[in-house]
């Protein structure tokens, strides 16, 4: 497999899969947060200096096939263009006669920006049908998409020499900028630093933890994790659980949980759950108390009381003070950590300790040796909101990539390169 740093851009396009899905104001369109651009920035001087041309393509939002100027890409422009410090051209089409024109003018060290790959559905690969249509219609549909799609990667693919993908978060989809077009460059597609990085320290983890390892799962619901906790049952020596999905443990143990979220077709899976981990000898950490609400609302009353006693017409949203300490107490003596998914309503000032806390925690253990891998679009926003992200290992950039990577699926665009 080609990586990265051992090939020679000089002289070559590369066109580069990103992951510019980057929040915009929704006035003035400006970009909020540049996180996902600053990440794309190795990959890209290290083509430029190379002395090659880089053609950028990425999606932005759920446009759905129809071109809007709320998704459109050219917004990101100054903001690319300032960090990398040179111009930024842009395709408004990204497979059409201007995209052909741009890119093949391109020279050296210049850096082209295609419109969004989603402005054609083409990308996703998905026909949009109309309700009613029988099950033939639909497979024709289907087919003739197929068709478009390969026809549509061909043209991405034609503009440029190799391929680099560096967008891990939309990894776990065999999109035709994502996958597909990884074919039309045998032995010059590989991975852009980032996805090298994430898949390092996802490797980490999973093959080669130092022990003892600790996965804290959060969230709201269980039936979304179970694939994970699972497999981490077979990795981890001690399993914390938070956030919503702590109450269908505690009801299917028999607690008291007033108003909380529950999943009640999951009670069994729940004691499955700790059964295995009884059986593996991994410690399961579950709530001992809990900050309950009034209302599922910002400003609901609030009571801090036994996790399983929740009061009638209360909620369980946050955990408690005792339960951050029990917790903090074992993250702080683990040498590896995993954490997905919040602890409490997070988005909700009242809500907000528990997760926080236990930020805090992964950032202190992380200080006094251990290995921390951050993913998740929440756990990583409560990780940046207490400004603690150059405090933990590694903070990823795929919430849904990465979780499926942990169950142990294959994902379609690592596939596509690896091989
Ligand atoms: P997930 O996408 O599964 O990681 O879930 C994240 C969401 O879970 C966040 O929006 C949280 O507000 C929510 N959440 C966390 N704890 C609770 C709770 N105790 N009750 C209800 N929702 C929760």
Request: hydrophobic letters at 40%; proline letters at 4%; glycine letters at 10%.
């Amino acid at each position: 497999m080609v990586t990265i740093e051992n090939f020679n851009f000089k002289g070559l396009r590369a066109i580069v899969r990103v992951d510019f899905n980057v929040p915009l104001d929704k006035k003035t369109f400006e970009v909020t947060d540049d996180t996902r651009i600053r990440g794309a920035l190795p990959t890209i001087n290290k083509i430029l200096n190379d002395g090659g041309s880089c053609i950028l393509m990425s999606h932005l939002g759920r446009p759905d096939g129809v071109p809007q100027e709320k998704y459109s890409l050219k917004h990101v422009i100054p903001v690319l263009s300032k960090h990398l410090g040179r111009e930024v051209k842009f395709a408004d089409d990204c497979v059409g006669e201007s995209a052909r024109q741009l890119a093949s003018s391109l020279k050296p060290g210049e850096v082209l920006l295609l419109e969004n790959v989603r402005f054609y559905l083409e990308e996703e690969g998905k026909p949009k049908l109309p309700e009613g249509v029988s099950d033939e219609e639909k497979k024709a549909a289907k087919d003739e998409m197929k068709k478009r799609q390969k026809e549509f990667t061909a043209k991405l693919a034609s503009l440029a020499d190799c391929y680099v993908n560096d967008a891990f978060g939309t990894a776990h989809r065999a999109h035709a900028s994502t996958t597909l077009i990884a074919a039309h460059f045998p032995g010059k597609s590989m991975f852009g630093y980032l996805i090298e990085a994430e898949l390092k320290a996802m490797d980490k983890v999973l093959h080669s933890p130092d022990h003892p390892f600790t996965a804290i799962m959060g969230g709201a619901k269980v039936s979304d994790k179970i694939m994970v906790i699972e497999r981490m049952l077979e990795k981890v020596d001690n399993l914390i659980i938070g956030g919503g999905m702590t109450y269908t443990f505690i009801k299917a143990q028999g607690g008291k949980i007033g108003k909380s979220l529950c999943e009640e077709d999951k009670l069994d899976v729940a004691l499955q759950i700790l059964e295995k981990a009884k059986a593996k000898g991994v410690k399961v950490y579950l709530p001992v108390d809990a900050v309950n609400g009034d209302a599922f609302d910002a400003n609901a009353n609030t009571s801090v009381t036994k996790v399983n006693e929740t009061p009638d017409g209360w909620m369980g949203l946050d955990i408690g003070p005792e339960t951050v300490a029990l917790f903090s107490g074992v993250i702080k003596n683990s040498k590896t950590i995993l954490w997905n998914g919040p602890m409490g309503v997070f988005e909700f000032e009242k809500f907000a300790r528990g997760t926080s806390a236990i930020a805090q925690a992964i950032a202190e253990a992380t200080a006094a040796g251990a290995f921390s891998l951050v993913g998740g679009g929440d756990s990583v926003a409560a990780v940046n909101k207490n400004k603690l992200a150059d405090k933990i290992s590694y903070v990823s950039t795929g919430g849904g990539a990465m979780l499926e990577y942990i169950e142990g699926k294959e994902l379609p665009g690592i596939k596509a390169i690896r091989g």
